[in-house]
């Protein structure tokens, strides 16, 4: 194989952004095993391009499972030099309301199992000294709104993780790069979103219409996929890529927003932040 055709491997190809990816990776004639989790999103995956396009059953939430399945893909099938963490759902409900289960779940997928698929491969690329990890955050990985605590929790999680790890591994020829979308025409919001039930009654007004207006807007949202894909691939290509990429205009504005505010609020609050030396020091 060629030194500029690469072995990708992307978690949750079956649709959205991971489907995506793998489609602009293979269109640029790498090779990509992807992971799925039933036997009709696995012959879907590898009819996009035989022989180029792998599919390899993995629920990312059975983190026991991840290392023997990494280490078999890079016995079988090759060097990995590109990890995508994408696969990930989102959890929609009010902090009191969600059973605590359902905190451990969303962080056993979007942060555990990340996690897992990263120090399954670290070995394998600190040896080589090379390799990319781009894990999928979210712009709920800086901006947070009622209703999706768990969510941003574990998206807030994996992008300090990312932050660290990159500058753990740099030494060793290994970027990590956290990307963050905004809002994108994906299954996210739909088939894929775990909602809790509703049951108390003082949170209707905050949040029923948050509910309401992202069941609205599944389907239109601003964000195209295939564009997304395109940027991670000249993430691929860069020879210095970012520890953080932001993608869609509205992932811009609210974390420039947040960042404002939040500068303000330390600006405001620095006389007691400074109160808490030592005199002598
Ligand atoms: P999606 O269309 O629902 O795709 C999610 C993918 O993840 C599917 O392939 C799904 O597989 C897979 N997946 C879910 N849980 C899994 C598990 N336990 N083990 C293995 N695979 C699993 O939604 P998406 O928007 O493309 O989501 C991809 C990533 O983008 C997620 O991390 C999400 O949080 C993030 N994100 C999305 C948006 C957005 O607006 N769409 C914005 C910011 C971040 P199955 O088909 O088997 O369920």
Redesign the pocket.
């Known amino acids: 194989m060629s030194a500029d055709k690469k072995l990708f491997l992307i ?10 990816f793998a489609e602009a990776a293979l269109a640029r004639g790498h090779r990509v095993v992807g ?4 036997d009709e ?1 696995a012959i879907r995956f590898e009819d996009l391009a035989p022989g180029r396009a792998i599919a390899v059953h ?4 059975d983190v026991e499972a991840i290392e023997p399945a990494v280490a078999e893909i890079e016995k079988s099938i090759g060097p990995v030099d590109v990890l995508i963490n ?5 959890h929609e409900g009010t902090m009191e309301e969600s059973p605590i289960e359902e905190m451990r779940r969303q962080f ?3 942060v555990f ?1 990340a996690v897992g698929m990263m120090k399954a491969l670290l070995p394998f690329m600190r040896r080589r000294r090379a390799g990319h990890i781009i894990n ?5 990985g800086f901006i947070t709104m009622p209703g999706i605590a768990y ?1 941003c929790g574990s ?1 807030f999680a994996l992008e300090g993780m990312s932050e660290v790890l990159a500058k753990e591994v740099r030494d060793f020829g290994i970027w990590v790069t956290a990307v ?13 979103m775990v909602r809790s039930a509703r049951g108390i009654a003082d949170y209707d007004a905050l949040f029923d219409p948050i509910r309401r207006a992202r069941e609205e807007k599944n389907g239109k ?1 601003a ?1 195209d ?1 295939r564009k997304a894909a395109a940027a991670v691939m000249a993430l691929v290509e860069a020879e210095k890529p970012p520890v953080h990429l932001l993608l869609g205009a509205d992932a811009l504005s609210l974390v420039r927003d947040k960042l404002e505010s939040l500068r303000a609020e330390i600006d405001a609050w620095e006389h007691l932040t400074l109160s808490t030396g030592f005199a002598e020091a």
């Open positions: 978690t949750g190809v079956s649709s959205g952004f991971g489907r995506a992971t799925v989790r039933n999103a993995l629920d990312v939430a994408n696969a990930g759902y989102g056993g997928v979007n199992g999928i955050t979210s712009m709920g969510y998206k963050a979308p905004g809002s994108f025409r994906t299954d996210w919001a739909g088939r894929s949202q964000g996929p």
